[in-house]
């Protein structure tokens, strides 16, 4: 309209005089154009330019994932590791790269679940408040199913002890709570560990005599989870998950003492190089040598 002649002057509109009578602004006029014109290069990036290129980050996070311990981790714990390399990106590249290259791990699918019996918190405010305890099975290469007991901090998510065992008795659940004890309160000793809860089912290991007994000999606060309510347990539950996932759906094994072997050389691993996300991509032994520290309980 703004090319054509008046019949009146015989002079063009003009852009001016279009866009008055239209009510439009010039600037969205002159945007239009551009847009239309052919020579128009592609749209950039808004904000300043990258110093790493797609190419290069994504070499970046093949080399961190190829040197990684651990199977099948986010792109959250990827970008965390790469920030403490140096290589400052945002998560939502490290996850559009991973996902467009097929570097993400497989996720299972959520299914539709009823009431929460359990509506609170078991993360408490520090470590050696509570713990929580649970077990799974697993199978050696010689077809034997044998049974593998966890017992993890809820507040550090660390491991604090695992075992092994060819029959899963209550004597055995005990063991790794012994294991935690011994390390973190100095001794296995009547009423040594004090103010410190365990959380666990209601399977007939935890709730035998013997298993209670011995709870209260060391000064340990029995916490049952609800019946049906595996979330109340949720600590022990996702570390038995990560146990799969890294060791036990990976690895065979001959026999008991290899496994044993195999799950405390894990446990040293997880605790010093798994990243927690609640705790900033911190590993579990990081959280608890920084409460030492700020608590006075250790040098820095």
Not at 13 to 21: D, P, T, Y
Not at 36 to 48: D, I, K, Q, Y
Request: hydrophobic share 40%; aromatic share 6%; with cysteine.
């Amino acid at each position: 309209m703004s090319a054509a002649t008046s019949p009146e002057t015989g002079r063009r509109f003009g852009v001016q005089r279009v866009c008055a009578a239209w009510e439009l602004p010039r600037s969205t006029w002159y945007a239009q154009q551009a847009a239309a014109s052919p020579e128009r290069p592609p749209p950039a990036r808004r904000g300043p330019r990258r110093c790493l290129s797609d190419a290069r980050l994504l070499a970046a996070i093949q080399a961190d994932l190829a040197a990684s311990p651990f199977l099948g981790e986010g792109h959250r714990k990827v970008w965390a590791r790469l920030r403490v390399a140096g290589l400052r990106t945002s998560q939502r590249r490290v996850l559009r790269l991973m996902r467009e290259h097929g570097l993400l791990a497989p996720q299972r699918q959520g299914t539709v679940r009823g009431p929460r019996a359990h509506d609170g918190t078991i993360i408490p405010a520090a470590p050696d408040l509570m713990w929580g305890t649970d077990l799974t099975t697993t199978l050696l290469t010689t077809g034997q199913q044998v049974a593998v007991f966890v017992c993890v901090d809820h507040h550090s998510a660390e491991l604090v002890g695992v075992h092994a065992a060819a029959r899963a008795t209550r004597w055995e659940a005990l063991e790794p709570v012994r294991q935690g004890v011994r390390e973190h309160f100095g001794r296995v000793d009547a009423g040594v560990a004090q103010g410190l809860s365990l959380r666990h089912d209601n399977g007939s290991q935890y709730v035998a005599n013997d298993f209670q007994r011995e709870l209260t000999f060391l000064g340990i606060a029995s916490s049952p989870s609800f019946v049906r309510a595996p979330e109340g347990n949720g600590c022990a539950e996702r570390i038995i998950r990560t146990l799969k996932e890294q060791l036990l759906w990976v690895q065979g094994f001959a026999d008991v003492e290899t496994l044993r072997a195999a799950l405390e050389q894990w446990r040293q691993l997880y605790n010093t190089r798994w990243l927690i996300e609640r705790h900033g991509h911190r590993s579990p032994a990081q959280v608890r040598q920084e409460w030492l520290i700020a608590t006075g309980r250790e040098a820095a």
